[in-house]
């Protein structure tokens, strides 16, 4: 069933029972959960909320809360769930005795494990409901917000983040983003000229969202210009900053703007107040005649009272950091990174920036060792490049969106590097260590690098019919078909498949 009218087929089905509010380790989930969450207190609405990191935890979720599941919302193009064996390890199932993993025999029972997947097959074969809507999850919750009147600041705020994360993590097109902008300004502009409550006219408590024509400039505003330009994508990718041609070139560029590297290199804060007014329009006029017309983007800001302002990609960052921070479960991950979307828990947000900045350096620096050392391999059809253990900072890059974020920068930067015309057309698959003690590797899939891609990724489908094809031990655990886990002594004849079938 296609749900067209959310409002009536989804809000007012759900509202007047108990829900489980099962949302993924992503930020565009996150902002949705954080919008239904207010629009459930409003309503009184009781709810469990259940983190699910892929469709194993799918599952688990389902299965402990079924009394109270009713329908789910999965919103893609893909209705399929994957196989029973791509989820869960033959070897789990020997371990709860008996014969439970042979299927064949009539008189025995299927494992809890396999009774679970079993229901939420079932479920989503007959009572999956997939929302008619080519935006966001959290821009339609929004919409669902403004429909039943009940939308706030907050709620606004949290959609346009759930929209920028679209953005900053390539899942659609440009022109789709500029879309969806123009339709937040709307928005912002009717928020902003009216007073919702007595809290929005204190100033110390107060928040303002205003439309910017800012830089590309990755968290600027909360470092120093110079590590900014160094460690964003756009900006080192240009300048090819792995070189010394490139390092020359940005110290032209800086000199070009008339910025003293003294304050370039200090915190952005502690910048001259003189040089910061006008600091937008100088890098705009300095990136036109290097070649770089759009260094500027259509974005929003958020002040929060007199001193905390941030950009709805900082907001990104900080949360994406969190949610995958190898410092801390899982678990304490989602709520930190849930947290952080809070004005008032600003500490969890700051740290969120503190872990984003750590993540971009090291980003920055795997890409430089990898064209340096010429560690991407052209394998015929694709780019392949694997990460060694023992390669610095590797361990972050066994989370799926952090390796997601190092591909999509690495192919950008090879396609700027290589003279190759062949391989600026090809995609990428890169693999990272996962987890040492089963022996496995994080394998994902990344689109040839074009401007005028529809950001859809068909890897997915390639990888199954691989590991099929192979034998090959793989995991299709993540809700993101393009990323899987699979066995280190697999990989050679995983990717002689894949070379053999996308020849």
Request: net charge negative; aromatic share 10%.
């Amino acid at each position: 069933m296609f749900v067209t009218d959310i409002r009536k087929e989804f809000y007012e089905v759900v509202s007047n029972q108990r829900v489980a509010l099962l949302v993924a380790s992503d930020i565009d989930a996150l902002c949705a959960c954080k919008i239904l969450q207010a629009l459930f207190h409003c309503d009184q609405v009781q709810y469990t909320l259940v983190p699910v990191t892929g469709w194993q935890d799918l599952g688990t979720a389902f299965f402990e809360h079924k009394e109270q599941i009713k329908l789910l919302i999965k919103q893609d193009d893909d209705l399929s769930v994957p196989a029973y064996d791509d989820i869960f390890q033959d070897d789990d199932e020997d371990e709860e005795g008996g014969d439970s993993g042979n299927e064949s025999d009539g008189g025995s029972e299927p494992s809890g494990k396999r009774r679970r997947f079993d229901e939420v097959r079932n479920l989503t074969q007959i009572d999956l409901y997939k929302v008619d809507c080519d935006c966001g999850v959290t821009v339609m919750f929004f919409e669902l917000a403004w429909v039943l009147t009940k939308d706030t600041k907050d709620m606004l705020w949290w959609a346009i983040i759930g929209l920028t994360d679209q953005w900053v993590h390539d899942k659609i097109t440009h022109m789709k983003y500029v879309t969806d902008i123009a339709t937040m300004q709307r928005h912002v502009s009717r928020h902003n000229h009216r007073n919702e409550d007595e809290e929005n006219m204190l100033s110390i408590d107060c928040m303002k969202i205003s439309f910017e024509y800012d830089l590309r400039l990755t968290l600027y505003q909360h470092w120093t210009l110079y590590d900014s330009i160094c460690n964003s994508c756009y900006t080192s990718c240009y300048f090819k900053l792995w070189t010394l041609n490139g390092q020359k070139k940005l110290q032209e560029f800086l000199a070009d703007m008339g910025l003293p590297l003294k304050q370039v290199k200090q915190k952005f804060t502690s910048m001259d107040m003189t040089i910061k007014e006008n600091l937008r329009d100088v890098i705009e006029e300095s990136s036109n005649k290097y070649g770089m017309k759009d260094v500027r983007i259509q974005t929003f800001g958020v002040h929060f009272g007199f001193k905390n302002r941030f950009l709805a990609s900082d907001m990104v960052h900080a949360c994406a950091a969190l949610l995958e921070s190898t410092e801390k479960s899982d678990g304490d991950n989602f709520i930190n990174a849930l947290d952080s979307l809070s004005r008032s828990n600003l500490d969890h947000l700051y740290s969120g920036i503190d872990l984003a900045k750590k993540k971009l350096l090291a980003i920055q620096q795997t890409v430089a060792s990898c064209i340096c050392t010429n560690l991407i391999l052209s394998q015929g059809p694709f780019l392949y490049c694997y990460l060694m253990e023992g390669t610095p900072d590797v361990k972050i890059f066994s989370k799926p969106v952090a390796l997601t974020l190092l591909s999509k920068y690495l192919l950008k930067a090879f396609v700027q590097s290589t003279r190759n015309k062949r391989c600026k057309l090809l995609p990428l698959i890169m693999a990272a260590p996962k987890d040492l003690e089963k022996g496995t590797v994080i394998v994902v899939g990344i689109p040839p690098e074009s401007e005028t891609s529809d950001k859809k990724n068909f890897f997915g489908r390639a990888f199954e019919k691989a590991a099929e094809s192979t034998s090959s031990r793989t995991l299709h655990d993540h809700f993101d078909t393009s990323i899987i886990e699979l066995k280190s002594e697999d990989r050679s004849k995983f990717l002689d498949a894949l070379i053999t079938l996308l020849s």
